[in-house]
């Protein structure tokens, strides 16, 4: 069966600490997302990576910090500097190198609340 | 900047009554664009898309949206909507970037 997966469903953390979200896929595509979906304000982009070993920061980047080491994975790590970590993470991937159309596919999403 | 419009953020029928759910972008490129659907508790997953062609599409479970140039629009419509329809739908175009731009999405309560 082939699509994406994120865990854990839901995260508790202390204030201060990282946390390191996991998503991975084996739909072979090339490049990979995350996302923060708040209420109100559709899906920001944190991170994306088109390509193994490389990665752009999004609209929000501050706080996070990822890794591309491997086609199939891109864990998000939520660091203390994000000032307001608590959020549902979405992690996405799309065809990318010769697409013709850019539709991404989405896991079933990461709430992470921290205290 | 480039941008993505839904002009509702929340709506509420009744089961049967047509649904329009409206979309503008603003992005001058080629157009990718998409309707996603979240369904309470489950993934975001492609309603119908537009690349290129025929600008009306036809998604999953009786969707249709119009891209009309002109008027930089993306309408998502349904005839006859049902309580099963209940849902976030989001909007989104393809930037300059390759990365998808997305509307802060509609909150759609059908009431049985």
């Known amino acids: 069966d082939g699509g994406i997966t994120q865990s854990p469903k839901y995260l508790f953390r202390k204030e201060g600490q990282n946390v390191t979200l996991s998503c991975e896929q084996n739909l072979n595509h090339d490049a990979m997302y995350w996302y923060r979906q708040d209420p109100g304000q559709g899906l920001r982009l944190i991170y994306y990576s088109q390509i193994v070993n490389d990665f752009q920061k999004g609209d929000i980047a501050e706080g996070y910090s990822v890794s591309r080491e491997k086609k199939e994975s891109f864990p998000l790590t939520v660091t203390s500097a994000q000032k307001n970590p608590t959020a549902f993470y979405l992690c996405?991937?799309?065809?990318?190198?010769?697409?013709?159309?850019?539709?991404?596919?989405f896991g079933p999403g990461t709430r992470l609340t921290v205290t | 900047a480039q941008s993505v419009s839904q002009h509702n953020h929340h709506v509420i029928l009744s089961e049967a009554a047509s649904l329009e759910l409206g979309c503008n972008y603003s992005y001058g490129g080629t157009v990718n664009l998409f309707w996603y659907v979240q369904y309470p508790g489950q993934h975001l997953q492609l309603l119908l898309k537009y690349f290129s062609g025929d600008p009306l599409v036809k998604g999953i479970k009786g969707f249709e949206a119009e891209f009309i140039k002109s008027k930089f629009s993306f309408n998502l419509r349904k005839p006859s909507v049902q309580w099963s329809d209940t849902a976030e739908y989001f909007c989104?175009?393809?930037?300059?970037?390759?990365?998808?731009?997305w509307g802060a999405g509609t909150k759609l309560i059908i009431k049985p």
């Open positions: 989104a175009v393809k930037g300059s970037n390759y990365q998808l731009i």
């Open positions: 996405a991937s799309s065809n990318f190198v010769g697409a013709v159309s850019y539709e991404q596919y």
